[in-house]
């Protein structure tokens, strides 16, 4: 997650972490009340300008790969195996696309980037202890809190342990991309088992060390930094319940 992470000096990172958490929920939900691509359009190109004003714009830079694929995939399932009446674009077999049915391709390609974007903006504006004090600050309790704040935490380095051990696997003589796909999955075997290990001693140890510390103890938790929350968390939860209201008239008008 901290490779993602560009800093709280945003007009998104300054909100309180309950905030951002409401605004994560309620910007994933709009995407879903519309289906058609002119609104899709513009939700996107605000979850962009939001990227673009909080910095995490170089992350989606980085993962410009990944959203060519996320677009060309959707675009194409949607627009084959989603037939809509309209003009007919293109016949294969008993399949016929038409205009209508890539256009929602298209939307729903849409869709997904908005998702990854806004996924790229919460990391990038959230530390991993802000999401636990979100999270406690509105209701959630301390243990689950803390589990979902972990799970941030722990899956990079799970990540990182997978890549060592596969280079450790290679510079033996391990050629994960010889043979079918049974012979692939059979060589990964040799990469997931130590992966598995590894997890289960790094969690073995984490529970020492949490039970050592007092972990669950019973007693009220302090936290040691306070978030404020401002008129700048109200403003930020109403254009975003605004949007959502908007799509939702789009969507019934």
């Not at 899956?155 to 051990?165: N, R, V």
């Amino acid at each position: 997650m901290r490779a993602f992470f560009v800093g709280e000096d945003n007009p998104i990172g300054r909100t309180h972490p309950s905030t951002r958490i409401g605004l994560l929920v309620l910007a994933c939900m709009a995407p879903l009340l519309v289906n058609s691509w002119p609104p899709m359009a513009a939700l996107l190109a605000f979850y962009l300008m939001a990227a673009i004003a909080t910095g995490a714009w170089r992350s989606l830079l980085r993962v410009k790969s990944l959203i060519v694929v996320f677009l060309v995939m959707s675009t194409g399932l949607w627009t084959f195996f989603k037939p809509l009446p309209g003009t007919p674009l293109l016949t294969i077999g008993p399949i016929t696309a038409t205009v209508e049915s890539l256009l929602f391709g298209v939307a729903m390609g849409m869709r997904v980037l908005s998702f990854l974007a806004l996924a790229l903006i919460f990391l990038g504006t959230t530390r991993v202890e802000d999401i636990g004090y979100g999270l406690e600050r509105l209701g959630v309790p301390y243990r689950l809190a803390f589990a979902l704040s972990l799970s941030f935490r722990l899956t990079p380095l799970f990540l990182e342990s997978a890549e060592q051990i596969a280079a450790a696997q290679k510079v033996r003589g391990l050629d994960l991309n010889e043979g079918g796909l049974v012979e692939k999955a059979r060589r990964h075997v040799a990469i997931v088992v130590p992966v598995l290990i590894s997890a289960l001693r790094r969690a073995d140890g984490l529970a020492l060390a949490l039970e050592s510390k007092g972990f669950g103890a019973g007693h009220k938790r302090t936290s040691l930094v306070a978030h404020p929350v401002t008129r700048r968390d109200g403003l930020a939860l109403s254009l975003l319940v605004t949007i959502n209201l908007a799509a939702l008239a789009y969507r019934w008008l």
